[in-house]
T-cell receptor, first 117, second 116 residues
Framework: GAVVSQHPSWVICKSGTSVKIECRSL??????MFWYRQFPKQSLMLMAT?????????EQGVEKDKFLINHASLTLSTLTVTSAHPEDSSFYIC?????????????FGQGTRLTVV | AQTVTQSQPEMSVQEAETVTLSCTYD???????LFWYKQPPSRQMILVIR??????QNATENRFSVNFQKAAKSFSLKISDSQLGDTAMYFC?????????????FGGGTRLMVKP
């Protein structure tokens, strides 16, 4: 299957700083990428849908000014957590789809564990 | 909006036995896809099996099979000959239509423990 690489896998940052998480599709072009958040022992909650070259679509309740998403190319999307606080500590997962109307499978990155201290 | 419900937060099964995980969903869509994902302790999401709603035949992937009951909006996963490596969180997911931009809606998950 296609490979989605997420970096970093694990990051600790101080409260008030910003953290950038990268999501790359290594062997395919991802028209659409998705960003999820997962709290311990809970399911994945969609934060936003990112389309290459356009603004991300955020789910209700997700602060777009706090979680900045950039999808500048067909192989890279970034999530920046701005002015991070301890409550932002979570597991963030990206996924990507190849093309449109062709492949219904979503490929997932390995996730990023963010700890804000 | 679509909802996906997994009514079993935790399950356990003896190695080599068979276990069935339940999933129900609610939608008014006629064209959709259903998935089961596995999330082992590494947290990497792995696709286990998928089912197109327009196909009546239940999908099968080696030891994994589904019982898709469209009228009942039920999509259960059967794991045969359970192995220790099957220990993981399992998520049922729904995607409407064929547009790649449509998101996945996940159920709450079932934690499966395979005991030796």
């Amino acid at each position: 299957g296609a490979v989605v690489s997420q970096h970093p896998s694990w990051v600790i940052c101080k409260s008030g700083t910003s953290v950038k998480i990268e999501c790359r599709s290594l062997d395919f072009q991802a028209t659409t990428m998705f960003w999820y958040r997962q709290f311990p022992k809970q399911s994945l909650m969609l934060m936003a849908t990112s389309n290459e070259g356009s603004k991300a679509t955020y789910e209700q309740g997700v602060e777009k000014d706090k979680f900045l998403i950039n999808h500048a190319s067909l192989t890279l999307s970034t999530l920046t957590v701005t002015s991070a606080h301890p409550e932002d500590s979570s597991f963030y997962i990206c996924s990507a789809r190849q093309g449109e109307f062709v492949n219904t499978e979503a490929f997932f990155g390995q996730g990023t564990r963010l700890t804000v201290v | 909006a679509q909802t996906v419900t997994q009514s079993q937060p935790e399950m356990s099964v003896q190695e080599a036995e068979t276990v069935t995980l339940s999933c129900t969903y609610d939608t008014s869509e006629s064209n959709y896809y259903l998935f089961w994902y596995k999330q082992p302790p590494s947290r990497q999401m792995i696709l286990v099996i998928r089912q197109e709603a327009y196909k009546q035949q239940n999908a099968t992937e080696n030891r994994f099979s589904v019982n898709f009951q469209k009228a009942a909006k039920s999509f259960s996963l059967k794991i045969s000959d359970s192995q220790l490596g099957d220990t993981a969180m399992y998520f049922c997911a729904f995607k409407r239509g064929r547009n790649a931009g449509n998101m996945l809606t996940f159920g709450g998950g079932t934690r499966l423990m395979v005991k030796p």
